[in-house]
């Protein structure tokens, strides 16, 4: 696609918000007639709200975290590729540059030194080192295939040697500002999470992952029918450099578009849809996710897609256009313990969303790593111990390989300490 200067793209995000700001400004403001002034009149006062924490002037901290795991998973032919210890830090939040919030930078730093990994390996070796002893497993052909695409890739001497997945460095991430002048208009820029909708990371793109860019979203169901309108323009890439600071000129760049739009349905579900546009590839996705209570087996179902709607070549190896699907159900036991089971497909080719000709060789994609590509079921359990510990675990089984003597599967098992909670637990800090 054709490269925008950040600039031009900026102020086409202005133009909008003026013209929205017309649009909108006409029904943003009632005056209360007399009747309505009396009622607040002899209405009665409220109790005051209980304080809040300390910073929440200016801080809003949503996640402040530590979290340990083993992780153990198999590829088609059988190997071990994860057999480690892992863990993961993950800070969430935002300042507010207003009383009310409406001007906010927001951040998102995590460990993990790739775009979709917030884990990293600290105990009993690391990724790097099961990929390439993996490799002597190869055929020939399979072995030319994969010089071929080391060589074209712009990353293939980092990826020759087996990209590191070790360490208990610390990325940020996200660092955008959010502006909302009126209601209905939000506008952000920076280093952005990916807007998902009601897609989950099986079949969007993994939850650890970002972009630089730009996003509008319009927030009026009165006169749009869709609770949400989302555009996004901007980049999506650099696959090892989770660091915003070390991608800043990617806001100069343009390979992604997003349209979105997202509605709710009475009181019991919510739906999205969105088209996209990433590195050649053009994509469909749609999700559900509704409430069931009076269902008592469970909680809440989702049921979500995608149809990537073309071809497309990386360096002469053509990746064909491909579909998927996920469903999963939730419930939550003894006001403790959440189960999720669900079966997922995704197509072999998924890895093509990234642009490069080496990932896309190996199937390493950019949806959630611990699904990937391929038929699976899966199944999780978090157990809320007691306030700030949890306690949770994994499972995914391939139903469908190429090889039925393979065995694909991965579990993980750890705690997670939210820190946020641990510290207010005697006194509201965050």
């Given at each position: ?101 409406k001007y906010t930078i927001n951040f998102h730093g995590s460990s ?113 029918f869709f609770d949400q309108i989302a555009t996004t323009w901007g ?196």
């Open positions: 696609m054709t490269q925008h200067p950040a600039t031009l793209r900026a102020v086409a995000l202005l133009t909008l918000m003026a013209g929205s700001a017309a649009l909108f400004a006409q029904n943003s403001f009632v005056t209360a007639d007399a009747s309505e002034a009396a009622a607040v009149v002899t209405s009665t006062i409220a109790p005051a709200p209980a304080p809040g924490p300390l910073t929440a002037r200016w801080l809003d901290l949503k996640t402040l975290s530590y979290s340990g795991r083993y992780r153990n998973s198999t590829n088609a032919d059988g190997r071990h590729l994860f057999m480690f210890g892992q863990q993961r830090y993950i800070a969430d939040g935002k300042l507010k540059l207003d009383a009310s919030g993990g030194r790739t775009f979709n990994w917030a884990f990293a390996d600290f105990a009993g070796g690391q990724y790097r080192d099961s990929v390439i002893a993996a490799r002597t497993y190869k055929s020939a052909a399979q072995q030319a295939a994969l010089t071929k695409a080391i060589a074209a890739d712009p990353d293939g001497a980092i990826y020759k040697l087996g990209f590191p997945s070790r360490g208990g460095y610390f990325y940020l991430r996200q660092l955008y500002v959010s502006a909302t002048p009126i209601s209905q208009v939000t506008v952000e820029f920076g280093s952005l999470p990916i807007e998902h909708g009601q897609n989950t990371e099986i079949t969007s793109f993994d939850d650890d992952g970002y972009m630089s860019g730009e996003r509008v979203r319009l927030h009026d169901p009165k006169h749009l980049f999506v890439g650099n696959t090892l450099k989770p660091n915003f600071f070390a991608r800043g000129s990617d806001l100069k760049t343009n390979n992604y578009q997003q349209y979105l739009v997202e509605k709710k349905i009475a009181t019991r579900a919510v739906a999205s849809a969105d088209f996209s546009e990433l590195n050649g590839t053009h994509s469909m996705r749609e999700a559900i996710a509704i409430k069931t209570p009076e269902a008592k087996v469970i909680d809440s179902a989702r049921f979500e897609l995608y149809q990537r709607m073309n071809d497309i070549a990386l360096s002469g190896v053509k990746f064909a256009k491909g579909s998927g699907f996920a469903v999963s159900a939730d419930k939550l036991l003894m006001k403790k313990v959440n189960v999720e089971a669900g079966f997922a497909s995704v197509d072999n080719n998924y890895a093509a969303y990234s642009g490069s000709p080496y990932l896309a060789s190996i199937g390493f994609g950019w949806n959630g790593d611990t699904f990937s590509a391929g038929k699976r079921g899966f199944a999780k359990l978090d157990w809320k111990m007691t306030n700030g510990v949890d306690v949770y675990g994994f499972y995914t089984h391939t139903i469908v390989v190429l090889n039925p003597s393979s065995n694909i599967q991965g579990y993980n098992a750890g705690m997670n300490f939210d820190a946020k909670a641990l510290i207010n637990r005697t006194k509201r800090v965050f």
